[in-house]
């Protein structure tokens, strides 16, 4: 009989014995009644306070220590993500996907000698390096990007720091202005900056920097011997300092270990306050550079540093950067469900390929995911703030000067 039933179409099953709110397990005989309090699965059991705090947190924290970070890392994969995503759904809608556009405003002849970069001039890569690109077209590109649904425009230029390049800051700030005023986010990445380049950049409207740290600290010398890990930190400190939302991540698969990928989350989990949006990159090796020939990381260390992450930085943007044109769908997805709430999308992601508009709306579509609003970002919803306060200051001006008499 068990088999009979086994075999008999759902839609033949007597009202009365289907299961209402409940899902059926697995391999359960349709005849059999259902014992709801059976049904419920209970969360993984926590490991140790590390896990089970992690998965509690109701706010950031920046005094993680690595031992702590390596045990999260260390969980099983299948606890790890299960518990990811719990803390995902506390702090994001994980429907949400922030969707953004990567456009290189000048390409190439970069100094520095970072092992994996296309646009580095030591290597021989084929790339030709270009002047920037003028004001109009990449103001141009933006608005495209906004038609497809992106509400994050960053502009990438190839240069060591920005000394001595008056000219191409003023253009930089005249980029911000004009992709602000279109209603979108402006993220910019143009190499080291000092306190006053970061305030000019804030007072032209940016919302983001990028500057990543790349990878740990101690892998840090075997991948850029041109700047070191401070120098980037100083960098990152410039913009916190400046008011502007820190983005800071790193790049897998550039011959690290696991305790590495530790210890690049450590880093940015250290900081004086968590980075808004955390890029993770795949290497995308490039034929002529050092780190042409790697090969591609795991998936599973991908997803595991993702996972961690999502821990460890609860309020924090992550962002699956390059190397997602590499993935298939259902790849990604599980880095969605594990906590990556950002993608670039568009027809580029500087000098490396990038999935495309219509790709993403018909993966968003399959998997009832939707493009993030600005105002759900922690940076929009800071932004809410500041207007309203400045707007309250304005009224509480107004009305001060409504009932303050004439003279004194
Ligand atoms: S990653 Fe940036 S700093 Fe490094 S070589 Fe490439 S463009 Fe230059």
């Not at 409940?22 to 009644?33: Q, Y």
């Not at 005094?63 to 390596?70: A, L, Q, V, Y």
Request: overall charge neutral; glycine content about 6%; aromatic content about 4%.
């Amino acid at each position: 009989m068990a088999h009979r039933a086994l075999v008999r179409p759902i839609g033949l099953v007597p009202a009365l014995c289907r299961p209402q709110h409940v899902s059926r397990p697995f391999s359960t005989v349709l005849d059999t009644p259902i014992n709801p309090a059976a049904q419920q699965t209970p969360p993984p059991a926590p490991s140790s306070s590390v896990f089970h705090d992690a998965v509690q947190a109701a706010a950031p924290r920046t005094n993680w220590t690595k031992e702590e970070i390596s045990e999260l890392y260390n969980t099983p994969l299948i606890n790890l993500t299960y518990a990811a995503a719990t803390v995902h759904r506390r702090f994001h809608n994980p429907a949400a996907i922030q969707m953004c556009t990567l456009m290189n405003i000048k390409t190439g002849g970069c100094s520095e000698d970072c092992s994996y970069c296309a646009q580095s001039s030591r290597y021989n890569t084929g790339l030709k390096a270009s002047k920037m690109v003028d004001v109009a077209s990449v103001l141009e590109a933006a608005r495209v990007a906004k038609e497809n649904g992106s509400s994050r425009f960053c502009m990438g230029a190839a240069w060591r720091d920005m000394r001595g390049r008056k000219t191409n800051l003023k253009n930089v700030k005249e980029m911000v202005k004009g992709v602000r005023a279109m209603g979108m986010e402006a993220c910019v990445t143009l190499g080291m900056i000092d306190a006053e380049q970061a305030k000019e950049l804030k007072d032209a409207g940016l919302t983001a920097y990028n500057h990543n740290v790349d990878t740990s600290r101690e892998h840090y010398p075997s991948v850029i011997t041109t700047r070191t890990y401070d120098e980037r930190l100083a960098t990152i400190n410039n913009v916190q300092n400046a008011g502007i939302h820190v983005c800071t991540g790193g790049i897998l698969g550039l011959g690290e270990k696991p305790q590495d990928h530790v210890g690049l989350i450590h880093t940015v989990a250290t900081l004086p306050s968590h980075p808004e949006s955390f890029p993770v990159n795949a290497l995308v090796p490039i034929k002529g550079t050092p780190l042409g020939e790697s090969k591609a990381i795991a998936f599973d260390a991908i997803l595991r540093t993702i996972a961690t992450a999502r821990l460890v930085l609860p309020t924090t943007i992550i962002r699956l950067a390059a190397g997602r044109h590499t993935m298939r769908e259902e790849k990604q997805m599980m880095c969605f469900m594990a906590g990556a709430n950002a993608v670039f999308t568009g027809e580029k992601m500087l000098t490396t390929a990038c999935n495309g508009w219509e790709e993403d709306k018909a993966m968003f579509d399959r998997w009832g995911l939707r493009p993030m609003e600005s105002h759900e970002t922690i940076g929009g919803q800071q932004e809410i703030a500041e207007a309203k306060s400045e707007a309250s200051i304005g009224e509480a001006l107004t009305s001060a000067e409504q009932t303050t008499p004439a003279s004194i």
